[in-house]
């Protein structure tokens, strides 16, 4: 399994923050639908990594120091052909090296861009007394601002989670509100249960942050995402 | 899990009661509260003083728990704390069936002494599998062998309600409030510190427990959380659980650890924590009885739209708000109902939209109650909602000799042949003495009462939340 190899080569780096690559590819096999991502060590293989991918295509930095990729310059978007990706791929390298001459770089990661779409996010995180805790809300400005977020605790229902997407108050935006592209409430739900049970039954994991994902109206997409295990 | 209804079942329906250490100072407290007590007394003091006080209440009393020539099923002590690991040891040496812990100074003081203490006794009651409820405490009530913590609660007859609370206060209040409003306990408990049994023991006990069909908690933390969650969603299921969490607040949950000692988790968890185990949140004392009244008296109903017949102008709006704001529906109704309304309703000073202003219709019993008959025969109306203004009806019986008696009697008659459920609504203004004197009238013949609209309307949507929740399991 991919994912005991991931965290067995963190747990000998002796870390518990997980890159965006390592958490994505842990999402993937318990069945969250995620953007296709593809490490690239150079900038070679960036480029064909986007040429299999197909235009446009976005760039991040993988590494398990940096926390705030975009800070950094290490996060480069929409970019259309060979050539812009092999420069992005070079300027996110010497910015790392300018920035963060310290970080221990792994490579950049290869994604197609995803359409843009209302953004939702999915937390994990743990209570002393009652475990894991599962928080859903809207993504973006509304989360921080607004607090609209809804809380259960593992292991969710379908009830739960057809409950705790119902009671934000931005549930309406999540119908299509004025002709915007309604969610797929069936397809967040069960993504809901899917992170339920992937943590229930991974006592290991400490902290879960997908955020955003994108949602459509006949999928989800969770285009970023951080794991962080237990000490 | 553990077998906690074999475990708990002597401490809760005891056939002996020891008292170690009550005293004059309290006013004998402990000893008087058990006058009653359908069961063998004893008392424990080892203070010359209070002998003669003891004797006079017709209690034997020995000077050491182990002296007492009888099995003990519970063991009730106020003596203070540092005495409190002694008798610890003479209950476990004496295998009683229970301990409940009065004294108080212990975690919650917040004193190396009095943590030290809770601890040692902890240990002690854990290693010998001493049921110890408390410190800090009042422990059990069961009205039905007259097991008390005060001479004012009732006891002879049990009821169906069961009640879990961390507080003595609430634990003792519930009880005399709730017999006003027609609430009567099978078992109750008062458990403080929780330092052995936790409130989740006693919800698994009275989940069990054949006498209760209906459990209140009040709560102010609990020491494992995914097992109270695991047994409330299980427990729920079967049974309503209400939920009133003290500290449900972040300045409130400070307050919590000087009180019990608990650690009381974030507000946020807890509102999910009660919506996922389908129990159903009330925010204080108030609430827990009225919803439990309404669970207990007024027939399950999911539906939304109620009926309000009002006997005064002011009421009929105000009323109208206060269900609105409560989330119902005020429908208009049928034509039928109007044609019937039209037929004998003096509409001067009076209206029937819905809702209805009667007050043209008083004095007269048999219009008051056709109002009723037409509001449950209405398609449209799922609940009935009664004002019953405590002034202007006691006004009117200085006149019109046992006027409300009458209407309380031709109300009751009603209800008997009625298919929907009916809540009275009995404003006291300034006479609250005559309005629960009306209000314990009421629920003895089964009807549901609230003191304001807002309490009534609020009562009313849980109780439909709740059958709601309860018809998608």
Redesign the interface.
């Known amino acids: 399994m991919v994912m005991n190899e991931i965290i067995a080569a963190a747990r000998k780096e002796d870390r518990t923050s997980l890159t965006e690559l390592e958490s994505k590819q842990i999402l993937k096999e318990v069945g969250i639908n995620t953007t296709e991502i593809e490490l690239a060590r150079s900038r070679e293989e960036a480029v064909a990594h986007s040429q299999e991918l197909g235009f446009p295509v976005v760039l991040k930095i993988v590494s398990p120091d940096i926390l705030h990729k975009t800070d950094v310059g290490g996060v480069k978007l929409s970019l259309n052909n060979k050539e812009d990706v092999g420069n992005a791929y070079d300027e996110i390298i010497s910015a790392i090296k300018k920035h963060q001459p310290s970080a221990k770089i792994q490579g950049v990661s290869v994604q197609p861009m995803a359409r843009p779409a209302t953004e939702v996010i999915i937390g994990m995180s743990k209570?002393?007394?009652?475990?894991p805790?599962l928080m859903f809300g809207l993504g973006g400005i509304l989360v921080e601002v607004l607090k609209d977020i809804?809380?259960?605790?593992v292991p969710l229902?379908m009830?739960?989670a057809n409950?705790?997407i119902r009671e934000i108050k931005g549930y309406p935006i999540l119908e299509g509100y004025r002709g915007q592209e309604p969610a797929n409430i069936a397809v967040l739900e069960q993504m809901l249960l899917k992170v339920s049970e992937f943590v229930d039954s991974k006592p290991e994991i400490k902290e879960l942050d997908i955020n955003p994902i994108f949602a459509y109206r006949d999928s989800a997409l969770a285009i970023d995402a951080r794991v962080i295990l237990e000490p | 899990m553990k077998d906690i209804v074999g475990q708990l079942d002597r401490a809760f329906n005891p056939r002996s009661v020891a008292v170690v250490g009550d005293k004059m100072e309290m006013g004998y407290m402990w000893l008087r509260s058990l006058a009653n007590f359908q069961g063998r007394v004893y008392s424990v003091q080892i203070d010359e003083k209070e002998l003669q006080g003891i004797a006079a209440l017709g209690v034997k009393n020995y000077s050491s728990l182990l002296d007492i020539p009888d099995e003990v099923d519970y063991v009730i002590v106020a003596v203070p704390r540092a005495v409190a690991p002694k008798i610890v040891q003479h209950c476990i040496q004496k295998q009683v069936g229970g301990v409940m812990l009065f004294t108080s100074g212990f975690a919650e003081s917040n004193t190396n002494e009095g943590i030290r203490l809770q601890e040692k006794i902890t240990e002690m009651a854990r290693e010998a599998n001493l049921n110890l409820i408390g410190p800090n405490c009042v422990g059990i009530f069961n009205p039905k062998i007259g097991l008390r913590h005060t001479t004012d609660q009732y006891w002879g007859d049990g009821g169906n309600v069961g009640f879990i609370s961390q507080s003595g206060t609430h634990a003792t209040f519930f009880t005399l409030v709730g017999e006003v409003n027609g609430i009567r306990i099978s078992k109750s408990v008062s458990y403080g510190n929780a330092a052995v049994l936790d409130a989740t023991d006693y919800l698994e006990y009275l989940g069990e427990d054949k006498d209760t069909n209906i459990i209140g908690m009040y709560i102010e933390g609990v020491e494992n959380g995914r097992r109270f969650f695991s047994c409330l969603r299980e427990i729920a299921r079967r049974k309503p659980v209400l939920i009133w969490k003290g500290g449900g607040t972040d300045e409130g949950t400070r307050a919590t650890a000087s009180h019990t000692a608990s650690l009381a988790g974030p507000p946020l968890l807890w509102d999910a924590l009660i919506k996922q185990c389908g129990a159903i949140k009330v925010d204080n004392l108030d609430e827990m009885v009225d919803t439990i009244q309404a669970l207990l008296y007024a027939k399950p109903t999911t539906g939304n739209r109620v009926g309000l017949a009002a006997m005064t102008g002011g009421h009929s709006v105000v009323i109208t708000d206060a269900f609105a704001r409560a989330g119902f529906e005020v429908p208009l109704l049928t034509e039928r109902s109007y044609r019937e309304f039209a037929s004998f309703f003096n509409t001067i000073g009076s209206s029937y939209q819905n809702p209805l202003d009667m007050s043209s219709n008083l004095p007269h019993l048999d219009r008051i109650i056709r109002c009723l008959d037409i509001l449950n025969d209405d398609e449209m109306i799922d609940v009935i909602v009664l004002d019953l203004p405590v002034v202007f009806l006691t006004r009117i019986s200085w006149h019109i000799s046992g006027f409300f008696d009458d209407l309380i009697d031709a109300i009751a008659e009603y209800k008997e042949r009625s298919g929907k459920p009916l809540l009275a609504i009995l404003i006291s203004a300034h006479a609250e003495s005559e309005a629960i004197e009306a209000r314990k009238k009421l629920v003895a013949r089964g009807i549901p009462s609230f003191p304001s609209f807002e309490r009534g309307a609020n009562a009313l949507a849980k109780v439909v939340a709740y059958y709601k929740s309860t018809a998608l399991q």
Do not use: K, L
């Not at chain 1, 209570?127 to 475990?131: E, I, T």
């Not at chain 1, 809804?150 to 605790?153: A, G, M, N, T, V």
């Open positions: 209570d002393p007394q009652f475990g805790v809804s809380f259960r605790i229902t009830r739960d409950e705790m």
